[in-house]
């Protein structure tokens, strides 16, 4: 199984230990993509605050993130299931999964980064922002810059995962790096999470999808199928895998060949 991550705004500092070392990350065919990226994000962010903090779509009292990424080659990296501090990963919980878990997730996660493309959560990096919205100057909209290698690279991490299903809980802004194709795009899998309340007057439910609270309960999820150590191999296995976690879900199967499915999550309760 291979579960794709967005990361999240919030990062933890850079480390204390040795610097990035490009040559190290996993998914080499990344690593063309990766440096110019790097290269022009650290020359605009060095030459101009101002247009950079434009650039990056950051508020005044973010202007701070602009001289992190300065120092992006020298700065300590960390491993990247450190770094990540949002929601997400907060209920999914890394450090204190037990070992197996933590074996698992080292396999089977990979978060896709603006300025890294896709690392796994043991690759080392340094803190940055950069998401995958932002159209540099020279090289464009970063979704747009990740398509193509991503195209030969996340097919063959996938296959490497065991060739069974691909769990996409990306958000859309990182989707646009890569969509899966074919064979491929059959045994993906989509999720979103909704919230069902019963009106108390006509008794009738109402669905709504939820924001902050989809994050939590998507981090709570990985973390149940990496405790339980499920290998569901395709989206319809991972349905059942999921109920029996004791998950209320509903699947959608695509109309045609070619096209992921598309599972809803379904929570009384958001927390």
């Known amino acids: 199984m291979l579960v794709l991550l967005p990361p999240s705004e919030g990062k933890a500092a850079s480390g204390r230990g040795a610097p ?3 040559e190290s990350l996993s998914l080499p065919g ?10 022009e994000l650290v020359e605009l962010c060095a030459a101009d605050q101002d247009k950079a903090r434009d650039v990056l779509g950051l508020s005044e009292g973010l202007r701070g993130e602009i ?6 080659r020298t700065a300590g990296a960390r491993p990247t299931g ?3 501090t949002g929601v997400l990963y907060d209920a999914l919980g890394l450090a204190t999964l037990e070992s197996a878990a ?22 080392r990096i340094p803190s940055y922002r950069c998401s995958m919205g932002v159209k540099l100057p020279g090289l464009g909209a970063l979704g747009a810059h990740w398509r193509t290698p991503m195209e030969s690279v996340l097919p063959e991490a996938a296959e490497e995962a065991g060739g069974g299903l691909v769990l996409d809980l990306r958000s859309s802004a990182y989707a646009t790096a890569w969509k899966p194709k ?4 059959g045994r993906t899998a989509t999720v979103r ?34 405790t339980a150590g499920a290998r569901p191999k ?3 296995r991972l349905v059942e895998t999921v109920r029996e976690l004791g998950y209320m879900v509903e699947a959608t199967a695509p109309a045609r060949a070619g096209r992921p499915w598309a599972l809803d999550v379904v929570v009384t309760e958001i927390h």
Request: glycine share 8%; proline share 4%; hydrophobic share 45%.
């Open 193 to 226: 999470v909704l919230h069902a309340q019963t009106d108390p007057v006509t008794g009738v439910e109402k669905r709504s999808v939820v924001s902050h609270f989809n994050k939590a309960t998507k981090g709570r999820l990985v973390r149940d199928l990496l």
């Open 67 to 72: 001289a992190k990424n300065v120092e992006l």
């Open 20 to 22: 990035l070392k490009p």
């Open 182 to 185: 074919g064979e491929l795009a």
């Open 234 to 236: 395709d989206p319809a």
């Open 30 to 39: 990344l690593a063309g993509a990766r440096a110019a990226v790097l290269d």
């Open 102 to 123: 933590r074996r698992r997730a080292a396999k089977s996660l990979l978060v896709f980064s603006g300025l890294w493309g896709a690392v796994r959560i043991g690759d």
């Open 82 to 84: 450190e770094i990540y």
